[in-house]
């Protein structure tokens, strides 16, 4: 059992936080007990009751209520009169709603009238409210009274599940007697009147078993505080209508979009947060905004089941710019994550030129500075330059430990490394080569130039003595010569 989260004054209709706080703290599917009496406040609480104030302030909880409890005192046994007058306003309240053409069938919940002090029996009781009256033998002001008395019961049969009298017994009470505490110690130790208590609270309870429903939908807490608040402001009109189903559902419609709002701010949020490790590789980022997409839709799946009590919201409301929101937000989550893949692969690029730039520096002035001489051979060579590509090897793999997108690059400047050490090598065999054939020349020609050194040694040689042999003869004819010249002088 709960209140009605209002109160009137002055014909105002005012929210009460309070009871719309408490209410909007029952997600279940709940059902609604009102009771209802003869209107005991007038304007400004002096007693002048207004029919028209009494309509207002009984319409939410007739259409609210699974049970609705009409509580008169009746010490001398109801009146039809007095009670259908009573319900009458009632049936002013349906007038309020406009649905349809049947418009009042089943428009309230089940009516118990409560008739307390009331000498006659129930059967009776009932048989003077809803029995219907004969108006034949009546003069005209009786019968048009009759008539109007008919119509209400017509309508109060129509308008409610189902009508049931009940009579509670008087109780024995001093009139010196003023606590209402004490009035209920009574009721207690009074066996006739508990046991009708209970009777009449275990068959209200069987009304009670089943949530009811407003507007076509499942009552809850939060639905009853939000119809309320929606009808305020109709009721206070001097001509109110209400569409129980149009206003429910623009109710759910806005409980819908509010929740909606809500969960994509925090799926919003979570997006968000996702993007504090990005980047991340592209399919581990799918997998990751997608389980975020999935678990929003979930969550705001269950949000309105638990909040409207509707089984599958999307079968009677549009979702799409729930799910065109959520898949944009995705969207721009694995593009923001492709911008920083970019940015990171592009440091790290950067990284790797300038890594593969000051390596190749070092190893052309390693390579500039290998200690070779002109005898070294082939192995000697490849040697040294096994021992360079080592170096650089170890370099590199230390300099690409935190590269993700160059990996096929490393293996290919190692290559390019070893490429070129081999280049080297080839270039300074061939340096060597033609550095033996230099050397082969030159002793060629040193040889060449020591033989024909002794060549013309021995033709200077042959030619003194050819000289020598010369002057020899020379001599020898001058003195053979002489010698017959002295003959002859002799």
């Given at each position: 059992?709960?209140?009605?989260?209002?109160?009137?004054?002055?014909?105002?209709?005012?929210?009460?936080?309070?009871?719309?706080?408490?209410?909007?703290?029952?997600?279940?599917?709940?059902?609604?007990?009102?009771?209802?009496?003869?209107?005991?406040?007038?304007?400004?609480?002096?007693?002048?009751?207004?029919?028209?104030?009494?309509?207002?302030?009984?319409?939410?909880?007739?259409?609210?209520?699974?049970?609705?409890?009409?509580?008169?005192?009746?010490?001398?046994?109801?009146?039809?009169?007095?009670?259908?007058?009573?319900?009458?306003?009632?049936?002013?309240?349906?007038?309020?709603?406009?649905?349809?053409?049947?418009?009042?069938?089943?428009?309230?919940?089940?009516?118990?009238?409560?008739?307390?002090?009331?000498?006659?029996?129930?059967?009776?009781?009932?048989?003077?409210?809803?029995?219907?009256?004969?108006?034949?033998?009546?003069?005209?002001?009786?019968?048009?009274?009759?008539?109007?008395?008919?119509?209400?019961r017509q309508s109060i049969g129509s308008s409610f599940k189902t009508s049931r009298v009940w009579t509670l017994p008087k109780l024995d009470i001093d009139s010196e007697i003023k606590?209402?505490?004490?009035?209920?110690?009574?009721?207690?130790?009074?066996?006739?009147?508990?046991?009708?208590?209970?009777?009449?609270?275990?068959?209200?309870?069987?009304?009670?078993?089943?949530?009811?429903?407003?507007?076509?939908?499942?009552?809850?807490?939060?639905?009853?505080?939000?119809?309320?608040?929606?009808?305020?402001?109709?009721?206070?009109?001097?001509?109110?209508?209400?569409?129980?189903?149009?206003?429910?559902?623009?109710?759910?419609?806005?409980?819908?979009?509010?929740?909606?709002?809500?969960?994509?701010?925090?799926?919003?949020?979570?997006?968000?947060?996702?993007?504090?490790?990005?980047?991340?590789?592209?399919?581990?980022?799918?997998?990751?905004?997608?389980?975020?997409?999935?678990?929003?839709?979930?969550?705001?799946?269950?949000?309105?089941?638990?909040?409207?009590?509707?089984?599958?919201?999307?079968?009677?409301?549009?979702?799409?710019?729930?799910?065109?929101?959520?898949?944009?937000?995705?969207?721009?989550?694995?593009?923001?994550?492709?911008?920083?893949?970019?940015?990171?692969?592009?440091?790290?690029?950067?990284?790797?030129?300038?890594?593969?730039?000051?390596?190749?520096?070092?190893?052309?002035?390693?390579?500039?500075?290998?200690?070779?001489?002109?005898?070294?051979?082939?192995?000697?060579?490849?040697?040294?330059?096994?021992?360079?590509?080592?170096?650089?090897?170890?370099?590199?793999?230390?300099?690409?430990?935190?590269?993700?997108?160059?990996?096929?690059?490393?293996?290919?400047?190692?290559?390019?490394?070893?490429?070129?050490?081999?280049?080297?090598?080839?270039?300074?065999?061939?340096?060597?080569?033609?550095?033996?054939?230099?050397?082969?020349?030159?002793?060629?020609?040193?040889?060449?130039?020591?033989?024909?050194?002794?060549?013309?040694?021995?033709?200077?040689?042959?030619?003194?003595?050819?000289?020598?042999?010369?002057?020899?003869?020379?001599?020898?004819?001058?003195?053979?010569?002489?010698?017959?010249?002295?003959?002859?002088?002799e």
């Amino acid at each position: 059992m709960t209140a009605i989260p209002w109160i009137t004054f002055e014909d105002k209709i005012v929210i009460n936080n309070e009871a719309t706080s408490t209410l909007n703290s029952v997600m279940r599917p709940m059902n609604a007990l009102s009771i209802l009496g003869p209107a005991r406040m007038g304007k400004k609480g002096q007693g002048d009751a207004s029919e028209e104030h009494d309509v207002k302030v009984a319409t939410p909880a007739l259409l609210v209520s699974n049970v609705v409890i009409l509580h008169l005192i009746c010490g001398a046994g109801p009146t039809k009169t007095t009670v259908l007058n009573t319900l009458k306003k009632f049936m002013v309240a349906a007038e309020y709603v406009s649905e349809n053409v049947d418009h009042y069938k089943n428009l309230f919940g089940h009516l118990h009238i409560i008739l307390r002090d009331c000498p006659n029996s129930e059967e009776e009781c009932y048989n003077i409210i809803f029995d219907k009256e004969e108006t034949a033998d009546l003069n005209k002001s009786k019968r048009k009274a009759a008539e109007e008395r008919n119509e209400i019961r017509q309508s109060i049969g129509s308008s409610f599940k189902t009508s049931r009298v009940w009579t509670l017994p008087k109780l024995d009470i001093d009139s010196e007697i003023k606590a209402p505490e004490r009035h209920r110690e009574i009721a207690l130790e009074n066996t006739k009147y508990m046991d009708k208590v209970g009777e009449m609270r275990q068959y209200m309870a069987g009304q009670l078993e089943s949530p009811n429903s407003l507007g076509g939908q499942t009552l809850a807490g939060p639905i009853l505080t939000s119809f309320v608040s929606a009808i305020k402001e109709t009721l206070e009109s001097d001509a109110p209508q209400l569409n129980p189903k149009s206003i429910m559902r623009t109710i759910l419609e806005q409980k819908i979009n509010g929740l909606e709002t809500e969960t994509l701010e925090e799926a919003k949020k979570l997006f968000n947060e996702s993007e504090k490790s990005f980047p991340i590789v592209e399919g581990e980022c799918d997998v990751i905004l997608s389980k975020i997409e999935k678990d929003s839709e979930v969550y705001f799946q269950k949000q309105v089941e638990n909040c409207l009590n509707v089984a599958d919201v999307s079968k009677d409301f549009d979702l799409s710019n729930f799910h065109a929101q959520l898949s944009n937000f995705k969207s721009t989550a694995r593009a923001n994550n492709l911008v920083a893949l970019k940015k990171e692969r592009d440091q790290e690029i950067k990284q790797m030129r300038t890594a593969r730039a000051d390596i190749n520096a070092d190893l052309e002035a390693d390579l500039v500075g290998l200690n070779y001489s002109q005898r070294s051979n082939q192995e000697q060579l490849q040697f040294s330059c096994q021992n360079l590509e080592r170096k650089y090897e170890r370099q590199w793999e230390t300099r690409s430990q935190s590269w993700k997108y160059t990996t096929n690059d490393l293996d290919a400047f190692m290559i390019d490394i070893r490429s070129r050490t081999k280049q080297f090598i080839r270039s300074k065999l061939v340096r060597i080569e033609e550095h033996k054939k230099k050397l082969k020349a030159e002793e060629d020609n040193r040889k060449l130039q020591e033989q024909m050194a002794i060549e013309r040694k021995e033709r200077a040689r042959m030619e003194r003595e050819r000289l020598r042999l010369i002057e020899e003869a020379r001599r020898a004819e001058a003195q053979r010569q002489e010698e017959l010249r002295l003959l002859k002088i002799e």
